[in-house]
């Protein structure tokens, strides 16, 4: 009788066992078809793939700086006084243009007074060639009437020796004139180093000094505010510092995008014109190398100031009307995500070979035809293989 209680247990266990596994087994079915039914379809972002330019491109790591390709801060080789200040600061001058003159009437008499000395060297040296020429043309007629008996020997040598003496006279004053000539122009330049003038045609960025004020040269070493800040806008640039990782991808004579911070919509036109020839190594950021890129066309209208934060993309290769998808629906592994059908399709994971790309498009090879559509946010967690799903408005 225990034995036949013991069996009846055991056989009650095992049937509450069967009865606990069934009824999991009917609530995951049910949670799996309610999943399946009454869930909507999951929204995602999607893109159509299509035909157009892709380009492999580099940009620049941290902001660059719009630069003049001619800039100069000019200053005063001697001290002195200003005694003429002769633009202001946002003037456009020409070059050779008188900026700043500083007091500098002793060395203006000292020209003047070097001046009179050289004409008068002049007139006395065109005085001596004169009686040099007419004692020559003297002697060769005593030559002529001595070659006739007409005159002695002794007047002879006295008209060639007298026509020699002038010619020597003439020689010297004209070497006196020389130095007169070179005094004239040592005082020139003694006076042109109180005078500041434009090496080249630009705009007058900065003026440091006023009428009255004593300026100083700038000492060897010692970096001081120049008298005159010119810069010429007829050619900017922009440097830029670009990964050391991409340099080796980077040649002159490359095209360019610039955009800037005080013009979001414009994208102008450049070409990169240098690729500094080493490294920079700075603490605490990453390695990089400085390129300049020239801005080769800019219209009138739009008003570019030097100092201007800018950033540059170099355009390494570009492909006309080829297959293309937003690089964001890229998954690291060559992959995308393909929404099949145009609505409640299903999702897919597809590989797929890529050509070039840049950040904002990637070329594709093989995989993908034009039309079909490439999920952009494959980072949601919800997307899976054969999930229901429709395209989200964005």
Same mark, same amino acid.
């Given at each position: ?24 087994a009917l609530a995951l079915i049910s949670i799996f078809i309610w999943s399946r039914v009454d869930q909507p379809p999951l929204e995602v972002w999607v893109a159509a793939?299509? =035909? ?14 719009? =630069? ?8 005063? +080789? ?7 200040? %002769? ?46 020429? %007419? ?55 003694? %006076? ?18 006023? *009428? ?7 000492? +060897?070493?010692?970096?001081? /505010? ?9 050619? %900017? ?33 450049? &070409? !990169? !014109? ?14 990089? !190398? ?23 993309? *170099? ?6 009307? *080829?297959?293309?998808? +937003?690089? &964001?629906?890229?998954? /690291?592994?060559?992959?995308?995500? *393909? ?38 946010? +494959? ?16």
């Amino acid at each position: 009788m225990a034995a036949s209680g013991l069996n009846l247990r055991e056989r009650v266990l095992k049937s509450k066992k069967i009865i606990v596994v069934a009824v999991a087994a009917l609530a995951l079915i049910s949670i799996f078809i309610w999943s399946r039914v009454d869930q909507p379809p999951l929204e995602v972002w999607v893109a159509a793939v299509e =035909k157009g330019r892709v380009e492999a491109t580099v940009a620049n790591t941290r902001a660059g700086t719009v =630069k003049a390709c001619r800039r100069s801060k000019l200053s005063m +080789p001697i001290g002195g006084v200003v005694d003429r200040l %002769l633009v202001d600061e946002g003037d456009q001058v020409e070059e050779g243009q008188l900026l700043l003159e500083l007091w500098n009437r002793d060395r203006k008499a000292d020209v003047e007074q070097a001046e009179q000395t050289y004409q008068a060297a002049r007139y006395e040296r065109e005085r001596a060639c004169l009686l040099a020429d %007419l004692g020559r043309r003297e002697a060769e007629r005593i030559e002529k009437m001595a070659a006739k008996k007409l005159v002695s020997e002794e007047s002879v040598d006295s008209a060639v020796t007298t026509a020699e003496s002038q010619e020597r006279n003439c020689e010297g004053l004209r070497h006196q004139e020389g130095v007169a000539g070179a005094r004239l122009e040592f005082q020139r330049a003694i %006076l042109e180093r109180t005078q500041l003038k434009a090496p080249f045609a630009g705009v007058v960025a900065e003026i440091n000094g006023e *009428v009255g004020e004593y300026v100083t040269p700038s000492p +060897p070493g010692v970096a001081t /505010p120049p008298a005159v800040d010119l810069i010429d806008y007829s050619c %900017l640039y922009v440097t830029a510092p670009i990964d050391e990782v991409d340099a080796g991808l980077l040649r002159t004579g490359l095209p360019a995008r610039i955009t800037l911070d005080a013009f979001r919509d414009l994208a102008l036109q450049g &070409e !990169v !014109v240098r690729i500094a020839p080493y490294v920079l190594d700075l603490e605490k950021q990453a390695r990089t !190398v400085d390129i300049d890129v020239q801005l080769t066309h800019v219209e009138e209208a739009i008003k570019l100031l030097v100092g201007y934060s800018a950033d540059i993309t *170099v355009i390494l290769e570009s492909r006309e009307q *080829v297959l293309r998808f +937003p690089t &964001e629906a890229l998954l /690291p592994d060559n992959r995308v995500w *393909v929404l099949e059908g145009k609505s409640d399709g299903q999702l897919r994971l597809r590989d797929i070979k890529t050509g070039i790309g840049n950040w904002t498009h990637t070329q594709v090879l093989e995989g993908l035809s034009e039309g079909e559509l490439v999920v952009r946010n +494959p980072d949601n967690k919800s997307i899976a293989d054969g999930v229901t799903a429709v395209p989200a408005d964005d």
